[in-house]
Structures are given as structure tokens and as C-alpha cells.
Nanobody, 116 residues
């Protein structure tokens, strides 16, 4: 069983930046950040594999960057030029090679609120 510990998030004004970090307790193949806004479905924001291949939602391309430290099993999501539309609970997730692209492990979630 892999546990994910998230940190970061909070309140920021529109146009500002935030950084989210997540550490996995064991080895995983892919790590990702998903988000869920009130009344909306959870969506994939960004993902990164152990080989450092990345994928981004169209809505965050050019503004968010996901990086990974394989030695630490840590992933960081740098979020720039935030807008109120980015307000959501952000969840770190992870997948093993066996289950990817399905994400089996999830963090507790961290709130990101962007004020206008």
C-alpha cells in the first residue's frame, strides 16, 4: 500500500502562483495531480511518469509545470498565472506499472482558492 502526503495549496490572488508537493511512501510508476471543483467532475491536471514523460490538461498548458524527483518519489506542481477557474481541491495520485493509466493511490486533497 502506497501512501501519498501532500503539501502546499492555500489562498492566492488571481495572477499569482502556488506550489503543490506530494511524496509517495513507495515506488510508483506515474504520479499526477487531479482537481475537483464544486459541482464538477474530477479532472486530470498533469501527470508524469518515472521516465519523466508529462501530460497536461489543455486548460493549464503553459501555466502549470509538473516535475518529479524519482529518488525521493516526489512530485511538484508549480502553478503560475492562476485564475479563479483554478479553484478546486487538488489531489495527488499515483499508479504502479501494473495498473497505469489507472491511478490507484490518492492523497487526502488540498484546497486551492484563487480570488479575483
Amino acid at each position: 500500500q502506497v501512501q501519498l502526503v501532500e503539501s502546499g495549496g492555500g489562498l492566492v490572488q488571481s495572477g499569482g502562483s502556488l506550489r503543490l508537493s506530494c511524496v509517495a511512501s513507495g515506488s510508483v510508476y506515474a504520479m499526477a495531480w487531479h482537481r475537483q471543483a464544486p459541482g464538477k467532475q474530477r479532472e486530470l491536471v498533469a501527470s508524469i511518469t518515472k521516465g519523466l514523460s508529462t501530460n497536461y490538461a489543455d486548460s493549464v498548458k503553459g501555466r502549470f509545470t509538473i516535475v518529479r524527483d524519482n529518488a525521493k518519489e516526489m512530485v511538484v506542481l508549480q502553478m503560475n498565472y492562476l485564475t479563479p477557474a483554478d479553484t478546486a481541491v487538488y489531489y495527488c495520485s499515483a499508479a504502479t506499472m501494473r495498473t497505469w493509466p489507472k491511478y490507484d493511490y490518492w492523497g487526502q486533497g488540498t484546497q486551492v482558492t484563487v480570488s479575483s
